[in-house]
């Protein structure tokens, strides 16, 4: 269903965006690829694969976190943007260390070296999602590339929670092997509550609701094409 085009307040564009969201085809934890880990189906290839892919965007976080820290001209967000970018590169939370060396963890339990994660190369799904989560910081107000991780860390803790449970249950995956995910269940929770409150003060007219609408959508689509793998 589309955005409506008449003026919104902005809480009333954030529930409607946040539905529209909710009830998209596009959804991560309706993927195939983490209904198969649910299901066990999935084989170590198919999730080696993944983790290929994913760990590419997942070194790239605590830089990209560092520039909207800096893009954010707005004194009460700086310093919650700025806990993102601890927490991406040294954890803030009790058990964890940096997101990237968590995924690290969980890529060696399951046979991939470091060095394979480094130089791994990207398929197109997986560049177009990285170029264009860069190109919208430099490009957009930094309150409508913000806004728009509704659509990114906001629909990530389900997911995750879900991948988390499969790889423990179906795979035998230690509890420690698998951080990343319960990690992440909780911070991205609160990552997309930030969102969402830098979307309700900021995102008040029709045209920046119409663009933080259209890239929060381009946003879950692409982050939905590079969980879509090949056996």
Known sequence: MAMQSALLSSADFVRQLK???ANSSK???????????????????????WALQDYQFRRAVPR???????????PEFQPRLYEVVEDETRGLRAGSIGHPDMFIEFAESIGIARKQ??????????AAHLYYAELIVHTLPWFVMMAAQIGAEGTFPPAVAALGRGFTKQYGMKPESVRFFTVHEEADEEHGRLAEDIALRYITSPPLQAQTREVTMRRLELLYDVWTIES
């Open 19 to 21: 539905e529209e969201v």
């Open 27 to 49: 959804q991560r934890v309706d993927h195939p690829f983490v209904r198969a880990v649910c299901a066990g189906t999935a084989s170590m290839e198919q999730i080696r694969n």
């Open 64 to 74: 990209i976190a560092m520039l909207r820290y800096l893009a954010c001209t707005d």
């Open 117 to 126: 994660l480094e130089t791994a190369e990207l398929r197109p799904a997986t």
